[in-house]
């Protein structure tokens, strides 16, 4: 047997030789130092590719091409995978993915808590106006269908969202689900999954999620076991309940038998900062008891959220609407008030996680307000006390949402959680665009500049991190998390999803008062072995793919 598939090996490799040796490649990199995804030590090489494949990775490769690049003093790696991306609706827009691309980024994942689908039931159907009209569908592989035919510059891979599920059956309720009503929600996961799904993600901070409760996401989490899905989960409380919210994700992966992903790892609460390695020995613990269990980070010390998660939960019941009636009727106002600034037991608090600081706030969203701090905004208000009843009225002047960027974490403790074997790298942001209609508001800098940071400000600047390993968690690690076996490695046979970069230039621009600046350094970027920006311009290919779980 093994005579025979040695035989066979040679065959292959005689035909390969062959064919690239009489038939010009479509395109060879030339003279890269390649860091090929894997962690190991960079290599001098020549990368041929030929259709969606690398078909040939070496040294002063004799094959003739019909577009060849100088790589000479650059460098080669696979296209960067994005683990946690909310471009959901932001790709049938624009499916350029102008503000992912420009990072490198060629596989965005989506789907935390809200997927796009289920959209059913007593949640709304999915609705997005792109340039040729209003889009709808309800189900996930629905959503799939349509991102294939509007095309996108970036391939595509999504989890089922346990929020989304949890309000196709029960809407706006804060009511216990009955035993149909689960039957009903398990069943809305397992259709997901044979949609293509790769996961179960789970938002279990604010509602719906946060009324699930941990048997109830168990339960839910067992659903992908059969097709060894990731469960992604935003633990329940990032602040002064972090430990107890680790534990129970933690419970979840031994009692459900699935491997998790624990959604950008933090202490966000001034109170716990310089704690990162208790959590990190929790999570060591559980994996050596055999329960696969990792994680990923931001490269930011600030996270973006909603102005009303300063309200605390029991006042979200019945959506916004109910929420907004809350906030201006004199029978719940002073109650909501007095959870504000005391806190709610189990409850992450933002306000209390900043040092009640609103200087630590900024207006991110598309508002009046955008890019003010919260004491500016009250200072422009004439606010000078009452300044939580103020939040209030702001939040009753503008619908109920405001989007916000807290300081609530530090960086000490996201770079002892980044530099763990089991921990990499997304960005939790969207496709934005410099310019035209998705230059929204006053975005997060993620938005634009997560993986550039990474590996410029981190890497080369601070030396965090070595390049190789910096690679390796934003590319063969996210692949492997969510079951992508055919990229995240510079590799014969692998797709050429590819990113040529400047070491000594590659940095974030975008700040959290001037967000709309793409990165620099970034030179070129191939999806599916079509090049999709050269010299930093968008060539305006769309050769992304869906990536649905095999």
Request: net charge neutral; hydrophobic share 40%.
């Amino acid at each position: 047997m093994k005579n025979a598939i040695s035989l066979a090996l040679c065959v292959i490799g005689l035909i390969c030789r062959h064919s690239l040796a009489t038939e010009p490649v479509d395109l060879l990199i030339a003279n890269a130092r390649v860091i090929d995804g894997s962690g190991r030590p960079w290599f001098y090489a020549d990368v041929a590719v030929s259709g969606e494949d690398i078909v040939a990775v070496g040294r002063d490769l004799d094959i003739q091409a019909i577009k060849r690049i100088d790589a000479r003093g650059k460098v080669l790696s696979p296209g960067f995978i994005d683990i946690h991306s909310h471009s959901d609706k932001l790709l049938l827009r624009d499916g350029r993915a102008l503000g992912k691309i420009h990072q490198g980024v060629t596989t965005e994942v989506l789907g935390e808590g809200f997927s796009a689908g289920p959209a059913l039931g007593l949640r709304p159907a999915g609705s997005v106006t792109t340039p040729e009209g209003t889009v709808r569908w309800n189900t996930l592989g629905e959503y799939f269908k349509l991102l294939e035919r509007h095309q996108t510059s970036v391939n595509v891979v999504s989890y089922v969202g346990l929020a989304g599920v949890w309000q196709c059956v029960m809407g706006n309720s804060f009511e216990r689900p009955t035993e149909t009503q689960l039957l009903e929600m398990e069943k809305l996961v397992r259709d997901a999954m044979d949609q293509g799904a790769a996961g179960l993600s789970s938002q279990v901070m604010t509602p719906p999620g946060s009324l699930a409760t941990t048997a109830d996401v168990i339960r839910l989490a067992k659903q992908i076991r059969p097709y060894n899905g990731l469960f992604s989960i935003h633990i329940r409380n990032e602040g002064l309940g972090v430990f107890e919210a680790v534990e129970e994700a933690i419970q979840v992966g031994r009692e459900a038998g699935v491997r998790m992903d624990i959604i950008h790892l933090k202490i966000a609460d001034q109170k716990y900062w310089g704690k990162m390695g208790k959590l990190v020995g929790m999570i060591e613990n559980a994996r050596q008891e055999g329960i696969d269990v990792q994680a990923n980070v931001y490269p930011y010390t600030r996270g973006n959220n909603n102005l009303k998660s300063i309200v605390p939960p029991w006042a979200h019941e019945g959506g916004d609407r109910k929420m907004l009636e809350r906030l201006a009727s004199s029978d719940t106002r002073d109650r909501i008030l007095n959870d504000i600034e005391n806190g709610i037991d189990g409850w992450y608090n933002h306000y209390t996680a900043v040092g009640k600081d609103w200087s630590r706030m900024l207006i991110s969203g598309e508002h009046p307000y955008k890019g003010l701090t919260m004491d500016r905004v009250f200072a422009l208000r004439g606010t000078k006390t009452d300044k939580a009843a103020d939040m209030l009225d702001m939040l009753i002047e503008h619908g109920g949402g405001i989007s916000t960027v807290f300081a609530h974490h530090d960086e000490p403790d996201m770079l002892l959680a980044l530099r763990q074997p089991w921990c990499s790298v997304g960005s939790d942001g969207s496709a934005y665009a410099i310019e035209g209609p998705l230059r929204e508001g006053n975005p997060h800098p993620r938005n634009f500049g997560s993986f550039p940071r990474l590996l410029g400000h981190y890497v080369r600047d601070k030396g965090a991190l070595d390049l190789e390993t910096a690679v390796q968690k934003i590319t063969s690690l996210n692949a492997s998390k969510v079951g992508i076996t055919d990229r995240g490695l510079i590799a014969v046979g692998k797709k050429a999803d590819i990113v040529l970069f400047d070491e000594a230039r590659i940095i974030d621009k975008s700040e959290y008062t001037a967000p709309f600046q793409y990165p620099e350094g970034i030179e070129l970027v191939v999806v599916n072995g079509r090049i999709t920006m050269e010299s930093g311009i968008h060539t305006g290919v769309k050769a992304g793919q869906v990536l649905r779980r095999q």
